[in-house]
């Protein structure tokens, strides 16, 4: 055999024995749509308040959105988290589960407040309508949960950022 015809057939041989082939070896989590500066957050780093700088895209203070408290708050309950977010009007408490991923599933139907509102007003617009903060919808319909830097960073199951919020 020839030297040429003997590399290449040894290059074969520890290819085919690379750990990516060893059906024994753990497959890494899911490669994920988050940044590279993203993280998993843990339960401990969840708890506290937090207040959004972002929904849906769209940046604003949205601590004085109605002059109310606008914000969001996490805490233990088992191995569950016990959340509760408000909008400036309503508030809507739930519970979720958190992966060592990062996964981020509720765990059974929210309670949320149904107190009719004859106004949102946003201080500096004069509107009597103007659009409610979807603060509640961030974490409701988020599948994922992520640190970035000190930001909280929910993400949606496409991995759409839907929320970011900060400590309070």
């Known amino acids: 055999m020839r030297p040429t015809a003997v590399a290449l057939a040894a290059c074969l041989m520890l290819s085919a024995c690379s750990h990516a082939s060893d059906p024994g070896r753990a497959e890494s989590p899911r490669p994920s749509a988050s940044r590279s500066a993203d993280r998993v957050a843990t339960a401990s780093e969840l708890i506290g308040a ?7 895209g769209k940046r604003e203070d949205w601590r004085t959105f109605t002059g109310k408290r606008l914000g969001a708050s996490f805490s233990r309950r088992d191995a569950d988290i016990a959340w509760s977010a408000a909008d400036g009007c309503n508030s809507t408490s739930g519970t979720a ?3 060592t991923f ?26 009597a309508f103007a659009e ?3 603060n509640v919808d961030a974490i409701a319909q988020a599948s994922q949960v992520r640190l970035r830097d000190d930001q909280l960073v929910f993400s949606d199951a496409t991995g759409d950022v839907i929320g970011i919020y900060e400590r309070a």
Do not use: I, N, R, Y
């Open 102 to 127: 990062g996964d981020w599933a509720q765990a059974g139907p929210a309670v949320t407040t149904l107190v009719a509102c004859l106004t949102t007003l946003k201080p500096g617009t004069g509107s």
């Open 50 to 56: 937090w207040h959004p700088v972002e929904l849906f």
């Open 97 to 99: 589960l958190l992966s």
């Open 132 to 134: 409610t903060p979807q």
